[in-house]
Each structure stands twice: as structure tokens, then as C-alpha cells.
């Protein structure tokens, strides 16, 4: 737990906090949650709520990169005193889609290393392979139920951040996304897929090993 | 029966209505369990956001569609809203009906928007009325101390 926190504080300005730690004894995450929709940012908000995570919710790419202090004018200055673990963001809004978003924060070298999610009401190959080559953590199929949330909490509070090269590739699919069930590789049990640094990761993924990922985790849902 | 129990029946039979007919999809048996003592009337303030937001919505393709050259896209990217914040509540046919909706903006056919328009605008109202019902009960059944 102490090396997690040295790492999330890493880039860190001095008077962030980091994680919360509640009297259970677990981490309470603070996710920052991006949605044009009001009705899904209710809704996420309260998704979050209830799996016990700290929610700021915002309407655009653009609101999010001020939160974050991110927005070109000042530089990456500090936070509003609440350091974020998450960020959730849908894909398809006005102006700044998700994917900018995403570009913008794995471009920037205090933010890079918050996990961004990606949510979704169209469940498209070509954009989610986008997003997990640009650092995505995962893809959403909105509308985003309860055990995403809970599954995104566990791996988040596992300890991301001990290695930038790792990233959980689990995307929840329907089953007829799928042609066969023959994959090549066959399903972990570990949660986490170990590729190589972020950076090399979108060049060396081939297009049977994002396959063989996705299929591992169809048969995990 | 007493009057907790005929309530909470006629809840549960209009519940099942309502999933049963396809106005109600597995998505808003999710919200419920959203819904605890530290959000009580969590469902309600959602379903009322989303009747708002419809309404503006169902407004904004109206007025898209009234122009005298129609922007498509324009008309799409409501319906898409739409379709997003109905699936998020789980109303099923609206949502089906805006999927129908955006196949028609992409192939520009006006008359057909239109039809969908008055489609949608059926489908929302029947689904409004529908909740409304729905959540008086819920009123009745905690004012009779359930």
C-alpha cells in the first residue's frame, strides 16, 4: 500500500493528498467521472457512490483537463486539494471526444499515469482497440452496471502504478462479438496482463494477441 | 389483503408490466439497486432528470427537423443523446425506436425522421405515464409506512 502511494505521489505537487484511508482499513479512490449526458453522470456518480469511491463529475474534456489542471494556461498546477485515482470518461461527446481526452492526459507527464477508462454505448472494434493503444486501462459497454465498477475498484486499488507497463485489458463483450470460441490463448486467472511499457505496447500488439486478449476476457465474464 | 399488501402487489404486477410489454429493460432493475437509505428516492430524481432531458431532446429534433434544409447530422446527434440516456434508464423502446431513428438521419430520409419523431414522442409518453403510475404507487406504499 505505502509503495503504491509513493508512486501515485510521484509526480505529485506537495500538498495532495493521496488515498484516503477509511476506518475498514480499505483505500477509498477518488474517480473523476467525464459524461456530456447529465442522466449518466447521475448514474456513474451513483455507481461510484455505492462502491464506496469519492466522485467529481464533469461534462467535458474540457472541464476535466481544468480539474485536473490541466487546461494550457496555467500548466499542470495543483489540484483542488483531492488527488484523482480515476478517470472514467465517455467516449462520444461534443467538442473534446473521450479518446482526446485520453491522448491528452497519457501526454502529459504528471497525469499519464492516472488510469482512464473508457465508456461506451457503441461497441466498436476499431475504437476500442484506438483506445487501449492510446493507454486506456479498459473499455465500458455503457450502460455501465455495478460489477464493472466493482471489477475497475479491485484492480485499481491492487495496485496500479507499480509498473507502467501493466494494464488490465478487461473489457466486458457480448457474446456474439465473437466469430468462434477458438482463441489462441487460454484464459488466466490473474487479473492483469502483463505487456511491455505503454509506450512499445500500440506497436507490438498484433492484431491475434489484442484478439487472444479480448477472447481471455470473454471467458472470464 | 390489507392495503400494504395490495399496494406492493399492484407494484410488483406493474412492474412486471412494464418489463413483460418491453418498456422496461434489465437497466432500470440496476438503478433499483442503486437505490438504498442513503439515496432514497434515487430512481425518481434520475427518471425526473432523464424526462427533462427528453423533453429538450424531443424539442431540439422537432426544431432540426423543421428547417428548411435539414441538418442530418444535427437531427442524429440528438437521437443519439437520446438513445444514450434512454438505454442509461433502461427504457428499452425508446431506445429501440431512436436505433431505428439514426438508421434514417444516415440515409437523409426526411419523411421517415419525421415518422420516427412522432413515434418517439408516442413511445416517451406512453413510458412517461407509465413511471408516473409506477412511482405513486411507491409514494403510497411509504405513506402507508412501507
Known amino acids: ?153 479491485d484492480f485499481i486499488t491492487r495496485g496500479e502504478g507499480k509498473d507502467s507497463g501493466e494494464r488490465i485489458n478487461h473489457k466486458r463483450k457480448r457474446e456474439d462479438d465473437y466469430a468462434s470460441s477458438s482463441s489462441p490463448s487460454s484464459p488466466s486467472s490473474s487479473v492483469l496482463s502483463a505487456s511491455s511499457s505503454s509506450s512499445s505496447a500500440s506497436s507490438s500488439l498484433s492484431s491475434s494477441a489484442r484478439l487472444s486478449k479480448r477472447a481471455k476476457l470473454r471467458n472470464k465474464d | 389483503m390489507d392495503v400494504m399488501s395490495q399496494l406492493q402487489r399492484q407494484w410488483l404486477e406493474h412492474s412486471a408490466f412494464l418489463r413483460k410489454e418491453g418498456y422496461l429493460d434489465d437497466q432500470f432493475e440496476q438503478l433499483q439497486k442503486l437505490q438504498d437509505e442513503s439515496s432514497p428516492d434515487f430512481v425518481i430524481e434520475v427518471v425526473s432528470i432523464f424526462f427533462d432531458d427528453s423533453e429538450k431532446l424531443l424539442s431540439n429534433m422537432a426544431r432540426a427537423l423543421e428547417q428548411k434544409v435539414v441538418d442530418f447530422k444535427q437531427v442524429d446527434a440528438h437521437v443519439h443523446q437520446f438513445k444514450g440516456s434512454s438505454a442509461s434508464i433502461g427504457a428499452m423502446r425508446v431506445k429501440n425506436v431512436c436505433i431505428e431513428f439514426r438508421n434514417y438521419c444516415e440515409a437523409q430520409n426526411l419523411e421517415e425522421c419525421l415518422r420516427c419523431t412522432r413515434k418517439l414522442q408516442f413511445e416517451y409518453s406512453v413510458l412517461k405515464n407509465q413511471l408516473e403510475y409506477l412511482f405513486r404507487l411507491e409514494q403510497q406504499i411509504r405513506a402507508a409506512g412501507g
Open chain 1, 1 to 153: 500500500m505505502s509503495i503504491t502511494g509513493q508512486v501515485l505521489r510521484r509526480n505529485l505537487p506537495e500538498n495532495v493528498e493521496v488515498f484516503d484511508d477509511s476506518p475498514s482499513g480499505s483505500l477509498e479512490l477518488h474517480v473523476l467521472a467525464v459524461d456530456d449526458s447529465v442522466v449518466d453522470r447521475m448514474v456513474i456518480e451513483r455507481l461510484l457512490k455505492i462502491s464506496s469511491c469519492k466522485v467529481t463529475t464533469v461534462e467535458s474534456g474540457t472541464r476535466a483537463l481544468q480539474y485536473l489542471g490541466l487546461d494550457g494556461e496555467k500548466g499542470p498546477v495543483g489540484f483542488d486539494g483531492l488527488k484523482v485515482n480515476l478517470i472514467m470518461t465517455d467516449y462520444s461527446m461534443p467538442g473534446m471526444t473521450g479518446y482526446e481526452l485520453l491522448k491528452k492526459i497519457k501526454g502529459s507527464s504528471v497525469l499519464r499515469e492516472i488510469p482512464v477508462v473508457i465508456m461506451s454505448s457503441e461497441n466498436v472494434l476499431a475504437r476500442i482497440d484506438r483506445c487501449l493503444e492510446e493507454g486506456a486501462e479498459e473499455f465500458l459497454l455503457k450502460p455501465v452496471k455495478l460489477s464493472d465498477v466493482r471489477r475497475l475498484k
